[in-house]
């Protein structure tokens, strides 16, 4: 009787490892299955998302606002006044998208989802206005009117393994004086 028993233990042992060899292979098929799903829906993504192009990214709008008439660094990088506490808006079709405000060093940053802002549509058809007197920062310069710049495309920056950024800088701001 010994001998039927232990047999009857070395035969549950093989169907145990049997078991377990069919769940494996069970689990790499599916894990196979959705890998080869996955590389089929990147490309499409991709072609919908434009340079962005990942399913996980950011758009960021930044730059450095001056107490200037036109809002840029003076003439050879010589000492510039910050504007500071300007509200910045990004405008597309003439709608306000976003808005910021600058810091104490003048600088402002808006973040956009890549999935309700396709970047090409960004460059064509927005642009930074700047709705704060320049007045509020230099008492000499105008207190109607304000300043706009189009927007530029700079590259890519990717953050760990995943999170990719499209950084977009103003091309220039230039004052537009009011009607």
């Known amino acids: 009787m010994a001998s039927i028993s232990g047999s009857s233990s070395y035969t549950d042992s093989c169907i145990n490892i049997i078991t377990a060899i069919e769940t494996m292979a069970v689990k790499s098929l599916l894990f196979f299955a959705l890998l080869s ?10 072609a919908q ?8 990214g950011l758009i960021r709008i930044q730059g450095t606002l001056f107490c200037t008439a036109n809002g840029n660094m003076g003439a050879n ?13 990004l405008q597309c079709g003439g709608n306000v998208v976003s808005t910021s405000t600058t810091n104490g060093s003048g600088v402002f940053s808006i973040l956009l989802d890549p ?15 700047v709705a704060t007197p320049l007045a509020s920062c230099d008492s000499t310069l105008p ?12 590259g890519n920056t990717t953050l ?5 950024v499209a950084n977009i800088i103003p091309a220039g701001f230039r004052f537009v004086p009011s009607n």
Do not use: D, R, W, Y
């Open 49 to 56: 998302l434009g340079l962005v192009g990942g399913l996980l």
């Open 37 to 46: 799903a996955a590389m089929v829906a990147a490309p499409v993504a991709e």
């Open 160 to 164: 760990g393994a995943l999170l990719s």
């Open 77 to 89: 990088g010589t000492a510039t006044p910050v504007f500071p506490n300007a509200l910045v808006q």
């Open 115 to 129: 999935l309700s802002h396709i970047l090409s549509s960004l460059l064509t058809g927005c642009s930074l206005k």
């Open 143 to 154: 207190s109607l009117g304000g300043l706009l710049s189009s927007l530029q495309f700079i």
